[in-house]
T-cell receptor, first 111, second 115 residues
Framework: QKEVEQNSGPLSVPEGAIASLNCTYS??????FFWYRQYSGKSPELIMS????GDKEDGRFTAQLNKASQYVSLLIRDSQPSDSATYLCAVTGGNDYKLSFGAGTTVTVRA | GAVVSQHPSRVICKSGTSVKIECRSLDFQATTMFWYRQFPKQSLMLMATSNEGSKATYEQGVEKDKFLINHASLTLSTLTVTSAHPEDSSFYIC???????????FGPGTRLTVT
């Protein structure tokens, strides 16, 4: 059973600030790492995937992966009220493609 | 990103009846799809893995005779909730695995209410 832990929320940031989300995982064999955004009452939406150590940037989002430390993070720059949601860290590594999710971190961006 | 649809988006049914939910990958083929359930303010719970052309694999504690899954083609998986009861009321979400990108995309979900 892969365990995925996320920093406890909720996280409240002012508009325009950087929101920093952290995630650790227990299975050193994990190979693929994802961040999903879930608005209240909606299904998860994939916003970032990362597979190798280092940073990956997509617009205002940057994912960072450190396999040695078993650590994944997500930075949201220039946070907007529309970024207010629950962010789910997910990892996979087996041939069954199952995602193991963290409990999620709820982010609120204050206007 | 890839598009996954679900139908219906909402359904209300009477206790004892069956409800079928469809999940389609619209712009890619998916040999593997997943079905989740989510209760209010709780985490996603994986119910089963749906593989095209073979039987679904159910997670521990999920009744396979109650939640029938059929993955008839590379773009369609269906979940049938049989003899639904009020405790089956939940948000059912499917996802499809895209091999080319090793990514999993979620459908918009189906909100089931059993009266």
């Amino acid at each position: 059973q892969k365990e995925v832990e996320q920093n406890s929320g909720p996280l409240s940031v002012p508009e325009g600030a950087i929101a920093s989300l952290n995630c650790t995982y227990s299975d050193r064999g994990s190979q693929s790492f994802f961040w999903y955004r879930q608005y209240s009452g909606k299904s998860p939406e994939l916003i970032m995937s990362i597979y190798s150590n280092g940073d990956k940037e997509d617009g205002r989002f940057t994912a960072q992966l450190n396999k040695a430390s078993q650590y994944v993070s997500l930075l949201i720059r220039d946070s907007q009220p529309s970024d207010s949601a629950t962010y789910l860290c997910a990892v996979t590594g087996g041939n069954d493609y199952k995602l193991s999710f963290g409990a999620g971190t709820t982010v609120t961006v204050r206007a | 990103g890839a598009v996954v649809s679900q139908h219906p988006s909402r359904v209300i049914c009477k206790s004892g009846t069956s409800v079928k939910i469809e999940c389609r990958s619209l712009d890619f083929q998916a040999t593997t799809m997943f079905w989740y359930r989510q209760f209010p303010k709780q985490s996603l719970m994986l119910m089963a893995t749906s593989n095209e052309g073979s039987k679904a694999t159910y997670e521990q504690g999920v009744e396979k005779d109650k939640f029938l899954i059929n993955h008839a083609s590379l773009t369609l998986s269906t979940l049938t909730v049989t003899s639904a009861h009020p405790e089956d009321s939940s948000f059912y979400i499917c996802s499809a695995f895209r091999t080319q990108t090793d990514e999993q995309y979620f459908g918009p979900g189906t909100r089931l209410t059993v009266t």
